[in-house]
Structures are given as C-alpha cells and as structure tokens.
C-alpha cells in the first residue's frame, strides 16, 4: 500500500469512518477466474464483468476465460465489446450453441455491438461454452481457479458431463474438481425460495450441478444482492459516456439504478466480503422446480453469504461496487484477491 494510502486508511479507523479510499493498486499473485454469465436480459452481468476487468487489469485475478450462457445471439459479441474496451482482446469467450432457438430480447447486447464493434463478434465465431472450459481448466494448475457463475447452469452442467478429449483425459467431474477452487454461485433465496437463475430456464442443470458437485460453494442468493443499488446517478458521473459499461446502463434503464446480484457474486473474491458479509456452512438442497431450501450443517461444504445486519451498510457496499465498475479501486488490504 503507498504510504498516502495507509495514512487515509489508518484516519478513516480511528475516525471511526466508513469512507472508503480510492486510487490503489495491487501487488500480490492473480488468482485465474472464469466468469459464466446470462448476459441477456438484466445489466447486473454487465457490472460484473466490469467489476472483474477492473481487477484483471490491475493484475489482482486473471480472467482466462468468459462462458456465456444465453440464448441472446449478440451476447457474446457484447463481452467481446467489453473485454475488448479494457484492452484484453486475448481472453476467450465461449457460448452454449447447441441451443434449439436463439432470441434476441436484451435492451442492450445488439446495440454495444453494433456502437463499438470495429468488426462484430457473431456468435458462431465464439467457442463452444464445455470445450472452453475443458481448454481453460486443462492449462490451469490444481485448485487454481475460481469459477464464478451469475447465470444459469447448463454451459456448467455439459462440462460435468463432458467426455475426455484432446484437452483431457479427465472426465468434466474429475476435472472441474481438479482444477477449481472456489466456486462462487449467484442463485437461489435463501434459507429458502425460488430465484430465476436456479428455476429458469433450465431447472434440471441446478439441480444436476448442486447433486454433482463435491467442492466447496459459496451461495449469493436473490435476497443479498436485491438491497444494494447501483447503477444509479453515481455510475454516470464516474465513467465517460463513450464507454460500453455506461451505455449498457444508459439502455437498460437510463441510470435509475439496479440490484446487484451479480456485482455481490465478484465481491466476494475479495478479502473484504468477508468482513461485510457472514456466511452460514451446510448444504443447499434444489427440487426439480427448481426452487431451493437450505440445510443447516456446521460440516457442509456450501455456504451463503447474508448482509450485514446494520442497512446502513448497504450504501457502503453499493458505493463500492459502483466504483469498481468504474475502474477504480477502494484502498486497503481487503480489496487485494
Ligand atoms: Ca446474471
């Protein structure tokens, strides 16, 4: 931390304030990330995405790959455009393509593509969502990656299900466990409900997933993301407008502000979430309908993050989600992965 950094962070906690500083860089070993959204329909993937290129180029993770699970034909051109604003031309994108029908339906995907593309991305041209994952994780080191998802569960489902090929010898299970280390999932209510990505559209891959995977996962339900509001008047004011994370939110609702389900999903990769959030270890049961419940078990491998108990919090948390998807970067230990 430089030196101006540590003497505004010591002030801030002797004050006793929660302001948050920014402007810091990272100095410590990236952790790889993959990132599977449903970059369609809500902007919250969006500030996700953001959020993780933010921290990609600071040198805080590595983002090896990006798995777009959605029927939205302009979604993966978009994280095209987005990754390509942030200079990163060389991170994969992958699409879950054998889909029987592809439906245009997002106030903003085909509109960044067509502002912003030199020479738009078709989604035939990206790779299919379970090859790239078997590609991505078959380079990783064991337990060397986070896999981050803030969609639904098909494109994970067909890479548990996938067969050894040339990038593996390892059946998609055996692999996936291998390699990741972490697995941070946006979806579900809890202890209980019913949330779109765990029910729609694809119920039986939530379940396939939660019934099949051993690691450890950590659960952002509905309830967690649904008070923090970003994307809101502060946004506008820090990004430049000629910039494809603004007029995602300028084409989604103009600035008004949304929910963060996905924004708390990234979050949590940093130190921090921890000391904002708690967490609560047992196991999430799905049912076919896809809604979920949760189990108690002080042994169990999944956990869910809850808010903290004072909402005056929330607009801390919110501010500092609207500036990492702004590109900048609160100062502190606690933001370094
Ligand atoms: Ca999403």
Not at 95 to 108: D, E, G, M, V
């Amino acid at each position: 931390m430089r030196p101006i950094a540590k003497v505004l962070l010591i002030l801030a906690v002797c004050l006793g304030a929660p302001r948050i500083e920014f402007g810091c860089a990272g100095t410590v070993a990236p952790l790889r990330v993959i990132l599977d959204a449903d970059l369609d329909s809500d902007v919250d993937d969006v500030g996700a995405l953001a959020m993780l290129m933010n921290l990609h180029s600071r040198g805080l993770i590595e983002l090896i790959g990006v798995v777009i699970t959605s029927d939205d034909p302009f979604a993966p051109g978009c994280a095209r455009v987005l990754l390509d604003h942030f200079g990163t031309k060389e991170i994969p994108i992958g699409f879950l393509k054998n889909q029987s029908r592809l439906t245009q339906h997002s106030r903003y995907t085909r509109k960044l593509v067509e502002e912003f593309s030199v020479t738009p991305m078709a989604w035939q041209s990206a790779e299919d969502a379970a090859p790239l994952y078997r590609k991505l994780l078959a380079d990783s080191p064991d337990a060397s990656v986070a896999l981050i998802t803030i969609g639904h569960l098909s494109s994970l489902q067909a890479l548990l299900q996938s067969a050894p090929d040339a990038y593996s010898q390892l059946t998609g299970i055996d692999l996936a466990h291998q390699k990741i280390r972490r697995w941070i999932c946006m979806g579900g209510q809890y202890p209980s409900g019913k949330e779109a990505n765990f029910y729609r559209p694809d119920p039986a891959s939530t379940l396939y997933c939660l019934e099949h995977w051993r690691g450890s996962a950590l659960f952002c339900g509905w309830e967690a993301g649904n008070p923090i509001l970003t994307g809101g008047s502060r946004l506008k004011e820090l990004l430049p407008s000629r910039h494809p994370v603004y007029r995602a939110y300028q084409l989604y609702n103009d600035f008004h502000g949304r929910q963060s389900w996905d924004q708390l999903a990234v979050l949590q990769l940093l130190p921090i979430a921890e000391e904002l959030f708690s967490r609560t270890r047992g196991r999430c049961v799905v049912a076919p309908d896809g809604s979920n419940h949760w189990q108690d078990d002080p042994a169990g491998n999944h956990q869910y993050i809850e808010l903290p108990p004072d909402p005056a919090e929330y607009s801390r948390i919110a501010e500092m989600i609207d500036h990492l998807m702004a590109g900048e970067m609160p100062c502190g230990p606690g933001f370094h992965p």
